[in-house]
């Protein structure tokens, strides 16, 4: 069926440079429903072709390999389209609404029918009471629309909860689609696939067979020129209450009912409200709280945080996380979970690394490595898993090897990018990687106790150099149970 994809905020950046080069990519891989039409709305006037001219000089600022041919880009164009709106004018939305339900004629005989309809809101989250608002109204809610909703949903419960209540007053839950987006990556998937489509797995995933887990999304970056932003918001509610959550819990889940969406997100709600809650002591002693200084990042000096434009004097906004928790049931109770973000890190690496046990009787000489399971998801998008083996020497050492499962290898022709992977649910109404308001919420519920802690905190945030790991007490916070971060093993 056919589809229209409307982009409140048509002309910001993240419309630009996250979702128009997935619609691309979707278009360029043959795997958009026919006769779709994608719908920019902002405040300026524009006509079709001159946002189609606008958008493909934006292409030039995108990786080249995600850019479009003059041949591409004419194909391209012909699905793009553009309406002059202000958010806060019913009449436009009368207007935006006959544009949708305007038959056409390549519609055919099936013009008239009830078709697709994925409102993406790209624009600032003050506007979403407004614009659901005015939706329902005008009758832009029908089973047929579907809401999709960007980061951030809230900085702490309370506002979290009036968006979903705002959004609830025009749309049923499950019109409401939630982007996360290191859930649309392929290692996640295969996780899924790895722990409940292979037997393989199931039966050491579990506190007798797994020491501990970690959780790593470092970035190389600082925060450039957003720092009026990111000041407001942290390394907390930007990575730790929304990704990391959320990866965590596709490592932790129960085996599922079936792969329907409701299915998979309430054992995600499950282990959620199986954290282990924190308290103002718990706080003191399992989270740290970072704050890059100047150092060097891939040979090139850069500054520290509080020299970064549009950064408060004295800011004690934390850049760095790193934290401890556990997961109270009977398959992980004792298991540390380690999760740990930051800005101006060593590396730009997300990965989650399932640390097995050593054995229980070592029979070999030297070496006793346990094993690992390294779930990359950034740079590279794969799975590797670390065993030991004999080298074929006459040594009895015993040497580490990978099994390495590389996606973009064995996937090549099939590979679909994250942006690409949600937009095609959301057009498609699969539901399975967008994150319930439930879950959400509860995420809020668990964070909470470490914003009032550090609120009423005044030692602030640790430095940390630029181009390091972190504080040193992240190292200290895993050394404490017997283990180290994987680039320390
Ligand atoms: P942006 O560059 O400032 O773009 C905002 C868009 O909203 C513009 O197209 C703007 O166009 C439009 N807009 C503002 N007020 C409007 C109104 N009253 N009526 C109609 N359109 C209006 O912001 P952004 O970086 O794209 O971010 C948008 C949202 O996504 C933010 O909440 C951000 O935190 C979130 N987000 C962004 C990224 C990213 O990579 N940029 C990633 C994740 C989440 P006009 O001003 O011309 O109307």
């Known amino acids: 069926m056919s589809f229209d994809l409307v982009v409140f905020g048509g002309t ?18 043959g795997k958009l429903p026919a006769g779709g039409r994608l719908l920019a709305l902002a405040r300026d006037e524009r006509s079709d072709d001159e946002y189609r001219a606008y958008i493909k000089e934006r292409f030039a600022e995108v990786e080249p390999s995600k850019r479009p041919n003059e041949e591409e880009f004419a194909r391209f164009a012909q699905m793009l389209h553009y309406r002059r709106m202000d958010v806060s004018q019913p009449e436009h939305y009368l207007g935006l609404k006959r544009w949708i339900e305007e038959p056409r004629a390549d519609e055919g005989r ?6 697709t309809a994925v409102l993406f809101m790209a624009t600032s989250p003050h506007l979403f009471p407004v614009i659901c608002d005015q939706l329902g109204q005008a009758g832009l809610n029908g089973p047929h629309v579907r809401l999709v909703l960007e980061k951030p949903l809230g900085h702490d419960l309370a506002s979290a909860q009036e968006i979903n209540r705002v959004v609830r007053s025009a749309f049923r839950e499950e019109q409401a689609l939630r982007i996360d987006h290191y859930l649309g990556k392929a290692a996640v998937q295969n996780l899924m696939a790895l722990r409940f489509g292979n037997a393989l797995f199931e039966p050491l995933w579990r506190r007798e067979s797994i020491a501990n887990i970690q959780i790593t999304l470092a970035e190389g970056l600082g925060v450039g020129k957003r720092g009026d932003f990111y000041d407001q918001t942290g390394a907390l509610r930007d990575m730790i209450q929304n990704h990391a959550l959320q990866l965590l819990t596709m490592i932790a889940m129960e085996p599922p009912s079936s792969n329907d969406a409701d299915a998979i997100r309430d054992e995600k709600l499950k282990v959620l409200r199986s954290l282990k809650p924190f308290t103002p002591e718990s706080v003191a002693r399992d989270v740290v709280r970072g704050q890059y200084k100047a150092g060097t990042v891939d040979g090139q000096a ?18 760095f996380v790193a934290l401890r928790t556990e997961i109270q049931n009977w398959r992980w109770a004792g298991v540390p979970f380690y999760l740990r973000t930051g800005k101006r890190l060593s590396g730009r690496d997300a990965q989650i690394v399932v640390n097995f046990r050593e054995v229980p009787h070592p029979i070999f000489p030297g070496t006793r490595q346990a094993n690992k399971l390294v779930i990359k998801l950034q740079p590279d998008d794969g799975l590797e898993l670390h065993l030991l083996a004999k080298s074929g020497s006459c040594s009895e050492l015993l040497s580490p090897v990978s099994l390495d499962l590389d996606f973009d290898r064995a996937f090549a022709s099939e590979r679909v990018g994250g942006y690409e992977r ?57 050394a404490r149970d017997g283990y180290a971060w994987a680039e320390e093993q």
């Open 12 to 29: 910001g950046d993240l419309a630009w440079r996250k979702l128009l080069p997935a619609l691309f990519q979707a278009s360029r891989h």
């Open 110 to 115: 099936a013009g008239g029918r009830a078709k």
């Open 302 to 319: 850069v500054p520290g945080y509080l020299e970064e434009v549009k950064v408060p004097a004295g800011s004690a906004c934390e850049t």
């Open 422 to 478: 949600l937009l095609l649910d959301a057009i498609a109404g699969r539901l399975n990687l967008f994150v319930r308001s439930d879950e959400q919420e509860q995420a809020w519920r668990w964070v909470e106790p470490v914003l009032h802690a550090w609120a009423g905190d005044r030692t602030g945030p640790r430095p940390y150099s630029a181009g390091s790991w972190g504080p040193p007490a992240a190292s200290a916070l895993v």
